[in-house]
Each structure stands twice: as C-alpha cells, then as structure tokens.
Nanobody, 124 residues
C-alpha cells in the first residue's frame, strides 16, 4: 500500500481550520484502518485519530476530540483529517498511515505503511 498526502499542511492562525487528505493505492482491499499521527520537535510521534476502513469506526486522542474529525472515502481510497479550532500545541508534522492488521489502532507499531509527513504550523 502506498500513501500520498494530497492536501498539504501549512500555516494557520489559532482557531482556524485545515484539512489533510491522504490517498491510498496498491493493495488497498486489505487495509484495516487508516490513522493520522503527528510529531512535534523533540517529542515522540503520537496518535491523533484513526478510522476503520470498512466499518468507519473512529478513534481520537483526547487532545483532539471535539475539534478534529477523521473520515474516509472508500471509492476514492482517500482518508481525510479535518482539523478545526486549531491550537498552537497542534503544531507538528502530520503523518497518515495504514494498517492491514487488526489491533489497537492508536499504536504506531500497528502501522506498516506510512505517508510522507506534512508540516502544520498554528500561530498564536
């Protein structure tokens, strides 16, 4: 499975919104879930949100609940992360990832396929 971030991140003011998209190609029929992770400077990569590819069950980190929304389009094989009410602490490099294994979708080790990261910077 290959993942390509189609909508780049960028610079946005606090309180603003941004939408990231990630297109999957290859053996997508085996994908169990797509996740979004982020890594701020000096910090470990952390879970943001995930969605099961078939059922559409969603999972969120507590820090983004109520502000971010993950979705997917099975026809386009694309996942989305809508980020609203952005805060300066959301500043990080964001990565999309996919897994073909069932399990805990919030763990980075669960994911075999990773897209290129995209920088999201929120100015206060």
């Amino acid at each position: 499975v290959q993942l390509v971030v189609e909508s780049e991140g960028g610079l946005v003011q606090a309180g603003g919104s941004l939408r990231l998209s990630c297109a999957a190609s290859g053996r997508t029929f085996g994908v169990y879930a797509m996740g979004w992770f982020r890594q701020a400077p000096g910090k470990e990569r952390e879970f943001v949100a995930a969605i099961t590819w078939r059922g559409g069950t969603t999972y969120y980190a507590d820090s983004v609940k109520g502000r971010f929304a993950i979705s997917r389009d099975n026809v386009k094989n694309t996942g989305y992360l809508q980020m609203n009410s952005l805060k300066s602490e959301d500043t990080a490099v964001y990565y999309c990832a996919a897994t073909d294994q069932t399990g805990t979708v919030s763990l980075t080790g669960q994911y075999r396929y990773w897209g290129r990261g995209t920088q999201v910077t929120v100015s206060s």
